[in-house]
């Protein structure tokens, strides 16, 4: 009698898919895929392991054993960091060891996930801390801020003063969170005890384009001097 065992040549061979979720998540919330990995080989693999390189080592997804042919499906999560942008990417991967030799098989999937922004645009004006007499030039002060969680872009500052739609304060670009300052001025009115002007402050959400707005209405003192003179003539 004699026995002997043959080695068989075989193909083994992961695949692995990410799907991002349907809808978009603001900055620092749970994004929550799907994924699959399938045994695209000839010969069953064991302890499959997906990890994502959002979410350091450790495993999203085990299985002890993946038959050729067969597919399993998962799912995962990570925060979205804050200032995160437009989209998200990150990077699966899967390992699984050959029986036959012990070798390790690998796959990847990386996705790119649109994230939702919440853009906002604040302008705000402080009246000078000395008020001026009317027809004095009005020298205010102004703040830009973008309160939302995207980077805007072309920032503009329209007023009412001296004539609607002057513009005061261009920027090119402003990061969630940032501000900008900015001065003006115009004549003050004659024969009034106060003037009252309107600024409009002007970007784009970068990511998609959308036009933000912000408006602020103030009403400055102005320093009045009034007096009378009583004249006689015989």
Not at 107 to 118: E, F
Not at 143 to 149: A, M
Not at 181 to 191: G, K
Not at 203 to 209: E, I, L, P, S, V
């Amino acid at each position: 009698t004699a026995t002997s065992t043959c080695l068989l040549l075989t193909a083994p061979a992961l695949e692995l898919t990410q799907v991002c979720p349907s809808t978009s998540v603001v900055p620092g919330a749970i994004l929550t895929y799907s994924g699959t990995v399938r045994n695209a080989g000839d010969i069953t693999l064991s302890n499959v392991l997906v990890v994502d390189n959002r979410t350091g080592a450790t495993a999203i997804f085990t299985l002890a054993s993946l038959p050729p042919g067969v597919s399993a499906n998962f799912t995962g999560s990570y925060v979205v960091p804050l200032n995160t942008g437009c989209a998200i990417l990150s990077t699966l991967t899967a390992n699984a060891t050959d029986p036959c030799d012990g070798a390790t098989v690998t796959a990847d999937a990386t996705a790119t996930c649109s994230v939702l922004t919440a853009p906002s645009l604040t302008v705000a004006r402080t009246c000078p801390p000395n008020p001026v007499e009317p027809g004095g030039v009005l020298v205010y002060g102004g703040i830009v801020r973008n309160t939302g969680n995207s980077t805007l872009t072309n920032i503009t500052v329209l007023s009412s003063q001296p004539i609607p739609n002057t513009t005061v304060f261009i920027l090119a670009s402003l990061a969630p969170g940032a501000s900008a300052s900015f001065n003006s001025s115009f004549n003050a009115p004659l024969d009034a005890c106060s003037v009252t002007s309107t600024l409009i402050v002007t970007g784009k959400d970068r990511c998609t384009g959308n036009t933000v707005t912000g408006t602020e209405t103030s009403t400055c003192p102005l320093v009045t001097t009034p007096q009378i003179t009583v004249t006689k003539a015989c």
